[in-house]
C-alpha cells in the first residue's frame, strides 16, 4: 500500500458493483473518512491513488473484505501504535516500534529504581511524613531523613558555599590558606564570627557579643589560636576599613533636625563624661600601682573613650525599628560618641607627645582643635561635591553614589594618618556621608541599604580581630583586682556624668538611663591605641620602668574591653526596648516624626497641630457640601486620608 494510506480496513458482504452512482455511493463530511451502509462505500480518492485495492470498488479490490477496526494507542515515547495485535509491525511503521534494547532497558532501570526506594524506604523523606502534633523525637528524627531538606538543607548549602571559597582562595594562594596560614586564620576567624553572632542572637543578645567572643577565643585557646596567624598589618587595615563601612551608614542615617536642635547636648556628653573619667582614672592610677602623672593621664584618656564600633550598630538597630527615634536619641548618641573619640585621641595623644617630648608642645596642644578643623573642613567640602557627582540623569547612580562616598571615606581614614593627624579621619568620614546625604534627600535609601549589605560583610571581621587584640598574656594577674577597681570607679562616676549632661535635653529619666548605659562599652579606641605607648617606649629605649609601665597600660586597655564591651552591648540591646518610646509613623493629628523632631519647644508643636487643621478645614467643608448633595458618603467622619489632605 501507499506510504500515505490511513491504516483502516473496510469489507462488504455484497459483491462489488459496477461504478458507484451518487445515489448508491454515500459520502463523508471529511476527506479521509470511511463511512459505511447497506449498499456502498464513500470514499475520497486522494487519500491513496496509487493503491490498487483502493477504493473497495476499483477493479483490483477483494471481493470479500470484513470491518475490522484496530485499536490504537499511545507508547512511552509519544507515538501512536496498533495495541493487541499478533503482527503489529504490520500497521505501524517500523520507526514507531519499541526497540527491544530500549525496552529491556527501561525494564532494568525500573526494577533498580523499584528496589531502591524499597530498601532505602525507612530513609526517605516522601515515604514518612510527619504527623500534625509530631514530638521532638519525630522531629528531630525527619530532619535527618533524604533527600536534605529544612535547617539541614540549609546549613549543608552554606557548608558547602564556605567549603568552595575556600577551596578557590586555596587553589589561588596555595600555602596562606593551609592551617597557619594569614588568610585561613582570617577566613575561619570570620566563619566563625557569623556562627557565634548568630548563636547569640537566638538567645536575643546582640550578635556582636558572640562575634567578640568567638575572636577572643580563637586567639587564647591553644589548639584552636588560628586568629594568631592573622598579620597585624592586614588585622588594623581589616579594622579600619570596617570603621569607615560603619561611619558611612550613621553618617546617611543622622536626622539634621534634631543633630542641630540637640548640637549643645551632643557637646556635653562628648566632653564631660570622659574628661572626668580620665582624670578619675588618672589619679587612681597614681595613687594605687604607682604611674607617673604623664603615663597616668595616658591611661585615663585610653580608658575614658567610648567605642563607636559597638554603639553605633546597636543605635542603628534601635532607629531601624523605631526606639527613640521621636526625639533624636540615636542621632545623638552615634554623634557625641564620633566626637568623643576624636577628642580622647587627641587628648592621648597630646599626653604621648609630652611623656616622650616628641615634637613641639605647643603644637601637640593645638593638635586636638586643628583634626576637628581638618576633618570637618574635607567632610562638608567632600560631601557637598557629592551632591552634583554624579548628575541625577546618569544611570546606576546609587551604585556610583555608594562608591564615591565609601571610597572617600576610606581616603578620609587612612589620608588622615599618612599626614599624621589621625584624629581628623574618622569625624571627616562621617561628615562626608552626612552632608552628601542631605544633598541627595530622599535618594539616599538606596545608597543606604548597599552599605548595610557591606556591613553583613564587614560586621564579623570587626568585632571578630577585636576579640583577638585581647590577648591573655597582657593580663598580669597581679594587676587584674587592681585594673577592675579603677575601671569599675571610673565607669560608675562616668555613667552619673553622662546623665546629667543630657539633663536638659527634654529627655524623661528612662532615657536619660539609657543614654548613661550606652556610654559603658569601651573596644575601639583601645585596641586602636592601647599599645602606641609600649611600642613608643621600646623604640626610644625608655628603659625598663617606662617599658614596665606601657605593659600595665595595655594590660588595664584590654581589660577594659573584656568587661565593658559586652556590658555595654547587652545594656543598649534590652534597655532600649524598655526604655525608649517606639514611634509608630503619624500621630493622631496627622503630624509625622520629622514635624515632632523638628520642633523645639512646645509652642512649635501646637503651630505644627494648628497649621495641620487648617489644612483639614477646607477637607471638612467639602464634605459637607457634598453630603449636601448626595454624593458624600453616610458618615460625616469619613473623607480624605491625611496626605490626601496636605495635598489640597
Not at 487519500?47 to 484496530?70: N, R
Not at 588585622?235 to 542641630?260: D, E, F, Q
Request: glycine fraction near 10%; proline fraction near 6%.
Amino acid at each position: 500500500m501507499g506510504g500515505n494510506c490511513v491504516s483502516t480496513s473496510y469489507s462488504t458482504k455484497e459483491p462489488a458493483p459496477g461504478p458507484a452512482t451518487p445515489a448508491q455511493t454515500p459520502t463523508t463530511d471529511k476527506p479521509g473518512q470511511i463511512s459505511k451502509n447497506g449498499k456502498g462505500w464513500g470514499h475520497d480518492t486522494s487519500i491513496c491513488p496509487d493503491d490498487p485495492g483502493y477504493p473497495p470498488d476499483s477493479p483490483g479490490a477483494e471481493k470479500e473484505l470484513e470491518w475490522d477496526g484496530l485499536q490504537m494507542g499511545m507508547n512511552e515515547h509519544g507515538s501512536y501504535m496498533v495495541l493487541d495485535k499478533e503482527e503489529p509491525e504490520l500497521y505501524n511503521p517500523p520507526s514507531r516500534l519499541r526497540d527491544e534494547d530500549e525496552t529491556e532497558d527501561n525494564g532494568l532501570c525500573k526494577r533498580c529504581k523499584d528496589s531502591f526506594e524499597r530498601s532505602f524506604r525507612p530513609c526517605l523523606a516522601k515515604h514518612n511524613r510527619l504527623s500534625q502534633n509530631p514530638t521532638c523525637c519525630q522531629r528531630f528524627r525527619y530532619m535527618f531523613l533524604c533527600p536534605p531538606h529544612g535547617v539541614l538543607s540549609r546549613w549543608l548549602t552554606l557548608g558547602l558555599i564556605a567549603f568552595l571559597i575556600w577551596a578557590v582562595l586555596w587553589s589561588i594562594t596555595g600555602s596562606e590558606t593551609l592551617p597557619g596560614g594569614n588568610l585561613f586564620g582570617l577566613y575561619v576567624l570570620i566563619v566563625c564570627c557569623f556562627m557565634g553572632g548568630w548563636l547569640i542572637a537566638k538567645i536575643y543578645l546582640p550578635p556582636l557579643l558572640g562575634m567578640l567572643i568567638a575572636g577572643f577565643l580563637l586567639k587564647n585557646i591553644p589548639v584552636i589560636n588560628v586568629a594568631a596567624d592573622i598579620y597585624p598589618s592586614w588585622s588594623m587595615a581589616l579594622r579600619n576599613i570596617a570603621l569607615v563601612v560603619i561611619l558611612v551608614k550613621a553618617g546617611i542615617g543622622i536626622n539634621a533636625t534634631a543633630l542641630k536642635r540637640l548640637s549643645g547636648v551632643c557637646f556635653r556628653l562628648a566632653v564631660f563624661p570622659c574628661t572626668l573619667e580620665a582624670c578619675l582614672v588618672a589619679a587612681m592610677a597614681y595613687g594605687i600601682i604607682d604611674f607617673a602623672w604623664d603615663w597616668a593621664f595616658m591611661l585615663g584618656f585610653v580608658i575614658a573613650a567610648v567605642s563607636p564600633a559597638v554603639v553605633v550598630p546597636s543605635m542603628l538597630l534601635l532607629q531601624e525599628k523605631g526606639y527613640g527615634t521621636r526625639k533624636g536619641i540615636p542621632t545623638l548618641a552615634i554623634a557625641s560618641a564620633s566626637c568623643e573619640n576624636v577628642y580622647a585621641i587627641s587628648a592621648h595623644g597630646i599626653v604621648l607627645g609630652i611623656s616622650f617630648s616628641t615634637g613641639n608642645l605647643i603644637f601637640n596642644i593645638f593638635r586636638g582643635p586643628l583634626e576637628m578643623i581638618i576633618g570637618v573642613t574635607f567632610g562638608v567640602l567632600a560631601g557637598l561635591l557629592l551632591w552634583y557627582i554624579p548628575d541625577v540623569k546618569q544611570s546606576a547612580i546609587a551604585w556610583k553614589r555608594f562608591l564615591l562616598v565609601l571610597c572617600g571615606g576610606l581616603f578620609a581614614l587612612f589620608g588622615s594618618k599618612v599626614i599624621e593627624f589621625p584624629g581628623a579621619g574618622a569625624l571627616g568620614c562621617l561628615i562626608l556621608a552626612f552632608v552628601a546625604a542631605q544633598g541627595w534627600q530622599r535618594n539616599k535609601e538606596p545608597v543606604k541599604k548597599l552599605v548595610g549589605i557591606v556591613w553583613i560583610f564587614f560586621e564579623p571581621i570587626l568585632f571578630g580581630l577585636i576579640g583577638a587584640e585581647v590577648t591573655l598574656e597582657y593580663l598580669n594577674p597581679s594587676l587584674i583586682g587592681f585594673g577592675i577597681l579603677i575601671i569599675g570607679v571610673g565607669v560608675t562616676f562616668r555613667v552619673a556624668i553622662a546623665g546629667i549632661s543630657v539633663q536638659w535635653a527634654g529627655l524623661n529619666f528612662k532615657e536619660r538611663l539609657f543614654i548613661a548605659l550606652a556610654w559603658l562599652p569601651k573596644a575601639t579606641v583601645q585596641a586602636a591605641i592601647g599599645g602606641i605607648a609600649l611600642d613608643e617606649a621600646r623604640r626610644l629605649g625608655a628603659g625598663e620602668e617606662a617599658e614596665r609601665q606601657g605593659e600595665q597600660l595595655l594590660t588595664l586597655a584590654v581589660l577594659s574591653i573584656v568587661i565593658t564591651a559586652p556590658i555595654g552591648a547587652i545594656a543598649i540591646a534590652l534597655g532600649g526596648p524598655k526604655f525608649l518610646q517606639k514611634s509608630s509613623g503619624e500621630s493622631d493629628s496627622g503630624i509625622t516624626e520629622d514635624h515632632l523632631s523638628a520642633a523645639g519647644s512646645k509652642k512649635d508643636v501646637e503651630a505644627c497641630k494648628e497649621a495641620d487643621a487648617e489644612l483639614q478645614s477646607p477637607v471638612e467643608e467639602k464634605q459637607g457640601n457634598s453630603q449636601e448633595n448626595g454624593k458624600a458618603s453616610t458618615s460625616e467622619g469619613d473623607g480624605q486620608k491625611p496626605d490626601q489632605a496636605t495635598e489640597v
